[in-house]
């Protein structure tokens, strides 16, 4: 079976090996107290010209999103998101179980616009009986979104100031970060994103990682006593080198070579490659993704037939066919898409 329904389910990129081999049997201070974390986070703030922004290391990006939500908001806040977040839809309540609701809002290919944005904040302002609901206090926002799209500087300039004139923070969800990065659809860098967002992270993950998501604060305000946060929700880890250690073998000197970006970049074009056969054969593409995952509308007969040799995502019925995802990785190979591509060909 070749597997194509996540971008991870392999292991972790062999510079994160190589680095965590070369150091395993150095003493250092735990609870990413150590040169290692102090190194990666210099880097970070460099990468996204933020010498000021705070970064902290956590396991993963559930931990993350509840953590930096419940930090941020106050008991009778929520967070406005897409339909599609997947703080809504894939988080098992996690955010809710904090005491703070997802206020969703329809999103369009799984994105959200500053004027639903506003319009809410308006709304939820405009109630005479606004204090028996709950408040806004919080956007969220993943880049890629669920389907795999993206936001334009323009759009996510246009919620940046919507949520500085409403009040409200602006948080980005980058467990992709890299494949949207190094999309050739995309316009963000990473400095553009530390200084319209007041909180982000850098996807280690679904990235070339073992585990682990790099969140930069840029807000004051959500930094100070960050810490607090992290240990509450029991994400301070104990042997916390471990993470800094793995962004600095991914990220390296932070040129578009290093292999955060690298291996990225060659995910987005063999995710291109099995858009490019499925469209070949005349099956629709449910969404534009410019990224790693790739959401074909297939006949069933198809769909059984390639699930005899492909794991992949089925995403339900539309429009009289099945819709799947096909989503590829940092360690994708080549003969694999080539494999795909080729039985693509024979439906």
Not at 83 to 96: F, N
Not at 128 to 144: A, F, K
Not at 211 to 223: I, Q, R, S, Y
Request: hydrophobic share 45%; proline share 4%; net charge negative.
């Amino acid at each position: 079976m070749i597997r194509f329904e996540c971008d991870y389910g392999e292991g972790a990129a062999q510079p994160v090996l190589d680095l965590l081999q070369k150091t395993n049997l150095e003493q250092t201070p735990g609870y990413g107290e150590d040169e290692y974390c102090a190194r990666a986070r210099a880097l970070i703030r460099r990468l996204c010209r933020a010498p000021e922004a705070g970064v902290h290391f956590l396991v993963g990006a559930t931990q993350a999103n509840l953590t930096v939500i419940d930090a941020a908001l106050k008991p009778w806040q929520g967070v406005l998101c897409a339909d599609s977040g997947h703080i809504h839809v894939h988080e098992t309540g996690a955010v809710e179980a904090t005491g703070h609701k997802c206020l969703v809002l329809p999103g369009t290919d799984g994105k959200i616009t500053a004027a639903q944005v506003r319009a809410a904040f308006e709304a939820h302002r405009a109630n005479p009986t606004h204090e028996h609901e709950v408040q806004p206090g919080m956007v969220y926002i993943s880049n890629p979104t669920e389907w795999g799209t993206l936001y334009t500087k323009a759009e996510l300039t246009a919620l940046s100031e919507v949520c500085r004139a409403c009040g409200l923070y602006l948080f980005l969800d980058g467990a992709r970060m890299a494949y949207g990065l190094m999309s050739a659809a995309n316009d963000l860098t990473l400095a553009d994103i530390a200084a319209l967002c007041d909180a982000f992270y850098l996807g280690g993950t679904k990235c070339g990682a073992l585990f682990g998501e790099a969140l930069v604060l840029t807000h004051p305000a959500l930094d100070r006593d960050f810490r607090y946060a992290i240990k509450q929700h029991g994400g301070m880890l104990a042997k916390g080198r471990l993470l800094g250690l793995q962004f600095l073998a991914l990220l390296g000197d932070g040129s578009p070579d290093a292999p955060y970006f690298a291996m990225a970049a060659r995910a987005d074009a063999q995710a291109r490659r099995i858009a490019d056969a499925f469209a070949a054969r005349g099956c629709r593409m449910r969404y534009d993704s410019p990224t790693n995952q790739q959401f074909p509308i297939l006949p069933a007969a198809w769909a059984r037939a390639l699930a005899e040799r492909y794991a992949y995502s089925p995403m339900g019925t539309c429009e009289g066919g099945e819709l799947v995802r096909f989503c590829t990785s940092w360690a994708t190979r080549d003969e694999d898409v080539d494999a795909l591509v080729a039985d693509i060909a024979a439906l």
